[in-house]
């Protein structure tokens, strides 16, 4: 099990930036990294991956104002958001998968994109 730890969630005005951090107990056996968003009354839903060898995906919403990027140095992934939009309203859940299928979540960090 992988434990996570994510940070730098906050309320922001429309058109701001956030950048979430989180930590990883270990990066050892992990490919995967990444971010996943749940709002309320709807399904969480895939943010922005990224792959030990450095390929990411991106939801078409977040494509060219979000940035995800890792360090596996320091157990850690990031997301850099910019022009947040009211609808990027979410909590924002770490994720992991390793190389065996597994995957682990982080506990949540509320983001909060005001009009």
């Known amino acids: 099990q992988v434990q996570l730890v994510e940070s730098g969630g906050g309320l922001v005005q429309a058109g701001g930036s956030l950048r979430l951090s989180c930590a990883a107990s270990r990066t050892f056996g992990i490919n995967t990294m990444g971010w996943y968003r749940q709002a309320p009354g709807k399904q969480r839903e895939l943010v922005a991956v990224i792959t030990r060898g450095g390929s990411t995906n991106y939801a078409d919403s977040v494509k060219g104002r979000f940035t995800a990027s890792r360090d596996n140095a320091k157990n850690a992934v990031y997301l850099q958001m910019n022009s947040l939009k009211p609808e990027d309203t979410a909590v924002y859940y770490c994720?992991?998968?390793?190389?065996?299928?597994?995957?682990?979540w982080g506990q949540g960090t509320q983001v909060t994109g005001s009009s």
């Open positions: 994720c992991v998968m390793t190389d065996t299928g597994e995957g682990d």
